[in-house]
């Protein structure tokens, strides 16, 4: 028979998922991402491992958010939701945008001021989401959001939202089909903590429906100026180029820390030079193209991998969280020198060396 094609994970992992009926999911088949061997980047690691991408750019809307998203909305749909808020750092609304869209909901998308990448605020534009910019920042942003749909008939889909977490726990799903059993090290960002939880419900689900034998070490990986759980304190101003984890009082703080020592993984910081070697050994060694915020578990890796945190033989994952093509302002900033000739095939030979 035919392979049919993915149809998004509520109806791969229907299972898994009480609810809705998969027939009525508001779903643009996200999920189904590629798992990349990084088979330079590993070089970069002193012992023998072996290192994969769970490349999440791949979804609909270029980010993870749409794992929880189609979930959070099929079911706000069922219960006669006729409009969703979000507070967030891009790609919440982004996804929230396209996903009402779809359902044909009212999208109203509450962002702090100035910090979006443009990629980003283009998608929840185009997708006719109300976009509001408050001068504050995105913790701000999510009081406000969460206050308003306590109290008013709108229903929130940021990741204290449920539905959004369970959504998200498919990630580590897939990354158990791909591999055929659970990684040693599961590497990824952390900004709000809701995905790190969430791949750590996942995991726990796939073993108790025996699908995996073990469990990976969950490790989790903030920028170093915006890493209150590493800290142990809430950080007041968080600063990082990475801005999809500058959160500075993750609303799923105590979910990272039990996943972290349920699992005995941990949480680490990384500087935003760290963060951008990976980002660019990625783009210039294995063709990934991912977002800064990404790169940040890739960085983590590294930085364990220099202090000799693995042995040899270890299979490590990491998220890349969503695709580099949003903030392409990162990219700019380190711009090689413009080359520009007289529009003769001589000239462009001499560039190439030929000459
Ligand atoms: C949302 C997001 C994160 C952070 O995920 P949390 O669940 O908030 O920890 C990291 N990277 C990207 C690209 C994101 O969109």
Redesign the pocket.
């Given at each position: 028979m035919m392979k049919t094609t993915w149809q998004g994970i509520i109806a791969e992992y229907a299972s898994f998922f009480g609810s809705p009926d998969p027939r009525e999911a508001v779903t643009l088949q996200e999920g189904g991402t590629p798992l990349i061997p990084l088979e330079t980047v590993v070089r970069e690691i002193p012992v023998p491992v072996s290192l994969w991408a769970k490349f999440?750019g791949a979804n609909p809307t270029g980010?993870?958010?749409d794992r929880g998203m189609t979930l959070a909305v099929s079911r706000a749909v069922k219960k006669g939701a006729r409009a969703l808020i979000c507070a967030s750092?891009?790609?919440?609304s982004a996804s929230a945008a396209a996903y009402g869209a779809r359902a044909g909901l009212r999208v109203f998308v509450v962002i702090p001021d100035g910090k979006i990448s443009r990629g980003k605020l283009a998608q929840a534009i185009v997708h006719h989401a109300t976009v509001i910019q408050v001068e504050g920042l995105f913790d701000h942003a999510l009081r406000i959001v969460r206050e308003v749909a306590e109290s008013y008939p709108v229903a929130l889909v940021n990741?204290v939202n449920p539905d959004r977490l369970e959504g998200?726990r498919s990630v580590a799903f897939e990354i158990s089909d791909q591999l055929g059993s659970a990684p040693d090290y599961h590497f990824?960002?952390?900004?709000?903590?809701?995905?790190?939880?969430?791949s750590w419900a996942g995991y726990k689900a796939y073993r108790e429906a025996g699908r995996i034998g073990t469990l990976p070490k969950m490790t989790g990986v903030q920028a170093e100026g915006a890493a209150p759980i590493v800290l142990g304190h809430v950080v007041e101003k968080p600063e990082t180029l990475?801005s999809?984890?500058r959160?500075g009082n993750?609303a799923?703080w105590q979910g990272?820390l039990t996943a972290a020592q349920e699992s005995g993984g941990s949480i680490l910081a990384v500087s935003d030079s760290e963060i951008l070697e990976a980002y660019h050994l990625l783009a210039s060694k294995e063709g990934i193209f991912c977002?800064p915020?990404?790169a940040?578990s890739l960085a983590g890796v590294l930085k364990r991998a220099r202090a000799g945190s693995f042995s040899g033989g270890e299979r490590i994952v990491c998220t890349l969280?969503?695709h580099g093509l949003?903030d392409p302002d990162t990219v700019f900033h380190s711009q090689p020198p413009e080359i520009r000739v007289p529009a003769r095939k001589e000239e462009v030979l001499a560039i190439l060396g030929f000459s």
């Open positions: 999440e980010s993870f958010k750092t891009g790609n919440t990741s998200q990824l960002p952390v900004g709000n903590a809701g995905n790190i939880t969430a990475a999809a984890i959160i993750p799923s990272a977002e915020a990404s940040a969280t969503g949003k």
